[in-house]
């Protein structure tokens, strides 16, 4: 018994002892992935049908709130919940215009660059024209215009960015998006030729523009006159009234709108306390022109009518009256100096200005009164 206890030890004493057994680290690997595999394939198909179905379950979203918190602000329509023809109708209110002037586009030379600058960086930026897009080139034309319809190069920059390249007047409607269209051009145009031509080549471009457009509102400026006793090659106050006559009756049997500036200057030229460039071409408008431009667009003022002529007692026209009385002889004159002598002494009250040949009613009264005693 003694002897096999001590084998027993003898045998266990020289056996080297038993080593752990190490982990399997790729099989536990391989086991975890499998385990998340299956739970994402199941918590998928609970998510498809909680979606398909009544959208009341584990992962259902509720009051129409994502599941989890976003940076992304939600449409109006997925936030009350509301159908998706409310939620394009409150993509259609949202593309609605904040003002009259938005989504409004100007065209024009250097005239309109003047305005540009005023309801950029003076008084106007305090107005809703302020949201208006202007596209100006100092010396752009309806010659510039035509050439573009038939394929030439663009001349409007729709970024200020060294590359950018010109575009038409056409791609610029295209890419603003415009709604309102307030071209200005004439100026280049009238220097170089004459008003028949002008107005020919405006009329070209603006039937072009409507056909392509036929949901643009289009509105002619005039352009405003110079200086008094100022012109520039075939460019004066005169030709430029010319002009905006002729584009005044285009316009209004076109459909098209007619913003008559010059109409403000009654004298048929710019007054100087208007004028940005005195010593130059005399015809760009400063502050105060601009700002009489500016309010006349808002609907603030409106130039005043031309007064007409007064017709006289015998129907004929005052004007044609005072022709006549200054051909008149020596003896007629006389006659009506004594016939004005006898009415004045018949009467207590002294003459006033309206009763002279230079005022009012008086004049026709005088001009009467010569060709009675003629």
Known sequence: MANRDRRKAGATAGRPPKKRKKVNRFRVAVIAAGIIVVAA????????????????????????????????????????????????????????????????LFVGDSLTAQLETYVEEGAGSETIL??????????????????????????LYLSDAEDASAVTLSAAIEQTGARKLYIQLGKEDLIYNDVATVTERAKTVLSALKSAYPSLE????????????????????????????????????NSMGFA????????????????????????????????????????????????SPEPSPDGTEASTEE????????????AAADAASADSSSTDVGVSPASTETGGAGRADALQADATYG
């Open 41 to 104: 394939v199941a918590v998928s198909i609970v998510y498809a049908a909680n979606a398909a179905g009544t959208g009341s379950g584990f992962l259902a979203i509720s009051d129409g709130q994502p599941e989890f918190f976003s940076t992304i602000r939600p449409d109006a329509g997925e936030a009350d919940g509301s159908t998706d023809s409310g939620a394009e109708e409150g993509a259609d209110a949202s593309a609605a215009p904040t003002s009259e002037f938005d989504g409004a």
């Open 130 to 155: 302020h949201d208006a897009i202007f596209l100006t080139s100092d010396n752009y034309s309806w010659g510039d215009a035509v050439d573009e319809l038939d394929g030439g190069e663009g001349s």
């Open 218 to 253: 289009i509105t002619v400026q005039s352009v405003t006159p110079m200086l008094e006793w100022i012109d520039y090659e075939g460019l004066s106050s005169t030709t430029i009234a010319e002009y905006n006559a002729e584009m005044k009756t285009y316009c209004a049997a």
């Open 260 to 307: 008559d500036v010059a109409a403000f200057f009654t004298d048929g030229y710019l007054p100087a306390e208007y004028c940005a460039d005195p010593g130059q071409l005399c015809i760009h408008l400063n502050d105060a022109g601009c700002a009489l431009w500016t309010s006349y667009l808002l609907g603030e003022i409106s130039p005043e009518p031309t007064p």
């Open 323 to 334: 022709n006549s009385a200054a051909d008149d002889t020596g003896a007629d004159s006389e």
